[in-house]
């Protein structure tokens, strides 16, 4: 099939990308010209292990493309894939500011009938919307289809070429055939409902990760006053296959550019239709809350902050991407600067988005883990990075002015962690401090 992909975000690249995996013609259009500059010479802008290889071998066999006319990509296909962003509006809605724009220009370009698919996060009822947009702007026909991403940052290429499940929402079910066709080399688990259901069921999933993570972390904060270990109650949890094993890692909380935005976007969606969505909105306090957890630790182990030196390992929001979107690390960094630390910061491959966004005459910027824990009074691990997880605690006490590591995402194994000295604070396991006080003076 010929499809147009327009926007060339994490979504949009590893979808048509995909696409071109599975023997389709795909052109990629962005308004960006900067980033289609980029894709053209088989540059990625985004960090996505594996993404180059797989980008190369499609363009060269004359499958995928990058383009930034828009007109031209939508009048040689018969797929039109809309993946723009939906960032949150300060009231925490939707901005479909790119939903419309990409809509009319989609309309504008329509010659033939074609079918228009939303891979984007839009609160329920958008898909409507889209179809009055495109309508307005051209007498061809068309259908609309839904087609939520649940893909994962950091393994985007994997979940894409073997998701859990596709949704496709449509209404028009002769569509149904040619949707599931094009999806079934990629998975046998098509679930195909109607199109406000589709939009909603990529919400509700988010939301509930999303409540999944603030409630081990609430657990997370009880263990650690009553002494247990949140590690092996999740273990524990998870065993119960309605629990399931997989997001019950206590840490900091959630960062990124979705759970954040996402569940906002759920509870404005709620609240459009006078219901509150009151558990939500406790998910949402409660990891705003989780990543100060690290300060509060900071505070415990070293009094007060002002001119003490603090390595701080990892500023994506999760390991394996460059992406800072709603990081933990963005309101970490800036709260310790406002205290008066000097920071040594160090991250595999997101310094450089960091930076861009905040930068600090107290920041020195790192090429390593290990060089940004000399002379410093505290590491704190804020991203669980592979590399992190293989330092030597010995070298590192060695080179540190006081052994205390704040691990923030529950990196280290007890057995890693007893006997090596460190002075070491996680998120709801009890700290074995007595087991460090005699071998340390903090
Ligand atoms: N990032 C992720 O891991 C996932 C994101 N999503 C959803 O997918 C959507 C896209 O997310 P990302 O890829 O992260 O977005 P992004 O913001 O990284 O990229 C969107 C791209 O669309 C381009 N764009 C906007 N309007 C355009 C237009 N009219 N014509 C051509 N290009 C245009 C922008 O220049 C930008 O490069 C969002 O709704 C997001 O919630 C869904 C699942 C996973
Ligand atoms: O809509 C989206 O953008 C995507 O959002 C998430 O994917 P992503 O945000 O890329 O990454 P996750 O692996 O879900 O991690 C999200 C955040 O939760 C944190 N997390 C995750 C799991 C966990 O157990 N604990 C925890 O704190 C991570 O550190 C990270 O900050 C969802 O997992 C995807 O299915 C979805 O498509």
Redesign the pocket.
Known sequence: MDIAV?????????SGICFAEMGNHVIC????IN?IAALQNLVS??YEPGIETFMERNVQAGRLEFS?N?IQAVRHSELIII?????SLPSGE?DLQ??E??AA?IGRAMSGRKIVAT????PVGTNEKIRRIIAQHTEVPFDIVSI??????GS?IQDTLHPDRIVIGLDNRELEAAMVELHSSFTDQIFVTDIRSAEMI?YASNAFLATKISFINEISNICEKVGADVTEVAQGMGKDPRIGPSFLNAGIGYG???FP??TKALIQIAGNVNYEFQLLKSVVEVNKAQRYKVIEKLKESLGQLHDTVIGIWGLSFKPNTD?I?EAPSLEIVEALINMGAKLKLYDPVAMGKFRERYDHPSIQWCGNALEASINADAVCLLTDWQEFKEISLSQLIYQMAQPILIDGRNVYAKEQIEGAGLHYYSVGRPEPIAAFRSQVSV
């Not at 926007?7 to 949009?12: A, D, E, I, N």
């Open positions: 327009i926007g060339t975000g994490y979504v949009g690249l590893v259009v962005d308004q960006d980033k802008p985004i930034s828009l993946a723009v962003g939906t960032p939707a790119y939903i724009q990409a220009e891979k984007s996060t839009v939520p991403e649940f893909l994962r940052e985007a990529k990124g550019s979705c935005k996402d992406d979107r």
